[in-house]
C-alpha cells in the first residue's frame, strides 16, 4: 500500500464466536501485543459482545465494530439490530454486505445499499464487503461483479462520506475455506475498485479510500497480500480469534 495516501486498516471479524467473557479475555490478550501499530485495529464482535468489548478496549488504539445494521431505524424487524442502536452504545463501526450475510440471510446489492446508508447515517464507518464467487471467476465476470456491487452500495453516498468506507473485497471462494487470492489477484480487483471509485468520484478521493483484503488472510500470508499497491490492510476471520496471530498481521500491516 502506499502509506504516503493511507493507512493500514487491520479489522477483526469474529463472526458467531465469542462470548462476553472470553471476549475480554480475548481483547486484553490482544492489547499489549498491537499497543505500537503504526495501522488501525478494529475488532467486529457479536452484538451481545459489544458491551464487553468496549469496555476492555478502552484507553487502547482497538476500535470496535459490529457485524451488521439493518436499514430502518425501528420498526417490526424480530432479532435485528439498528445503526441508531449501535451509535447509541459507542459503537465506531460496522460491517455491511458481509457474503455470508448475502449467502445466508438474503441480503442483496440493494439491501446493503440499504444498510450502508443507514450506518452512514447513524455517523458510523462501514466496511463494506464485496466479492464474486468461484464460478463468477472461473465465468470471467470477476470485474463485472464486484464493480456492480461496489457501484450499488455507494449509490447514495457522497464524496464526503466516502471518507467513512472502507471496503473490503473477500472473493466468497476464499472465505473460511483455506484458499486465497494471490497477491496479483487481490491487488489487480482492489485496483480495479479503486479506479472505479475515481470515475464515481475523483482521482483524490480514490487515492485517500482503504481497500481490505479478506478470505483466509493469516500470519503466513499477510505480508506478501500487504506489500501489493492497492491492498490496504484486512478483514480478517478465524487468525483474528488467536491473539498472537491477529497481532502477527497487525505488525505485518505496520511495517
Known sequence: MDKKLRKAVIAGNWKMNKTPEQTEALINGIKPLVASAEC????????????????AAEGSNIKVGAQNCHWAKSGAFTGEISADMLASMGVPYV??????RRTYFGDTDVTVKNRTRAALDAGLTVILCVGEHLEQREQGTTFEVVRAQVKIALGEVSEQELERIIIAYEPVWAIGTGKTATAAQANEVNKAIRELIGELYSKASADKTVIQYGGSMNGANAAELLAQYDVD?????????KAAEFASIVTAASK
Open 40 to 55: 488501525d485495529v478494529i475488532v467486529c464482535v457479536p452484538f451481545v459482545c459489544l458491551d464487553a468489548a468496549l469496555k
Open 95 to 100: 460491517i455491511t454486505g458481509h457474503s455470508e
Open 233 to 241: 490492510g484486512g478483514l480478517i476471520g478465524g487468525a483474528s480469534l
